[in-house]
């Protein structure tokens, strides 16, 4: 596996975000993490980034226990993530911003070479390259970021509800780039999401979590079959509680 984590545990103050959460990600595979907001997904990815200090559990990566690795050496080691909101630098170019996924790079030949394949696969952001990134559309700006995560090197990328605030067009092209760099240049990827049903399209495998805790796990259509899922992404608590409430189909 090229990325473990073991009963991780996260807590902010008095809030159990993250309970005893065990998952992997092999290489090559998209790894889907699903739930309700709130249920910890997004504390998850921060915690194997480093982001958020665990206070329990353990995160490996290609065999390497990093649990207490600083979050620059999980970047530099390859571990990168497109946060939640793009958080794109609105007053910086978009050239300016693709360079700020290179920071920790040495060789800023390659580093050209890669923003030339951005530009060339995102002609929107090439016409575009010293214009302030606020120019940019809502997809735009994913597509800066996905780019700007790129440019790091990523052995495994983390995506944090790419298709959030996105138009179903938008959110569609954003989910034909995950499927392409994962099919075409074998990138790993582990993605957060709320649109169920397109990253279970996408993923090899799922979990979904439920107030902190892996409620479900496995291929997408174990996923799909199971009540669990409906539960979790409609917030109402456990599946065993919802069996046969007529609520969980119609609300979808
Ligand atoms: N920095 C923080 N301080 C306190 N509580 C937080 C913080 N970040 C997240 N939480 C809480 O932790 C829980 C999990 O949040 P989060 O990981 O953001 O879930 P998700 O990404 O699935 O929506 C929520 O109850 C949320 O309010
Ligand atoms: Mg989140």
């Avoid at 539960?231 to 119609?250: E, I, N, V």
Wanted: proline share 4%; aromatic share 4%.
């Amino acid at each position: 596996m090229q990325l473990e984590v073991h009963e991780l545990e996260v807590r902010y103050g008095r809030v159990h975000a993250v309970r005893g959460v065990s998952a992997t990600l092999d290489r090559g595979e998209i790894v889907a993490v699903l739930g309700a907001n709130g249920a910890g997904k997004s504390s998850l990815l921060r915690a194997v980034l480093g982001l958020a200090r665990p206070c329990g559990g353990t995160v490996i990566f290609d065999g390497r226990d990093i649990t207490q690795w600083p979050t620059s050496v999980r970047v530099r080691s390859g571990l990168i993530l497109v946060p939640e909101g793009r958080r794109i630098v609105m007053t910086l170019t978009i050239h300016e911003n693709l360079l700020m996924g290179a920071f920790h790079r040495r060789d800023h030949r390659a580093v050209a070479a890669e923003i030339g394949d951005i530009y060339e696969r995102f002609p929107n952001l090439a016409a575009r390259r010293h214009h302030p990134a606020s120019v940019l559309s809502g997809g735009e700006q994913q597509m800066l970021a996905i780019g700007r995560g790129l440019i790091a090197r990523p052995k495994v990328m983390m995506l944090d509800e790419p298709s959030l605030g996105l138009s179903p067009r938008l959110s569609n092209e954003v989910f034909a780039l995950i499927r392409e760099l994962n099919r075409q240049a074998g990138q790993s990827i582990l993605l957060v999401e709320q649109n169920t049903q397109r990253a279970l399209e996408l993923a090899d495998r799922a979990y979904v979590l439920e107030l902190g805790r892996v409620a479900m796990g496995g291929p997408p259509e174990r996923i799909l079959a199971g009540q669990a899922l409906q539960a979790a992404y409609l917030g109402h608590g456990r599946a065993s509680d919802r069996r046969g409430d007529a609520r969980t189909t119609s609300a979808t």
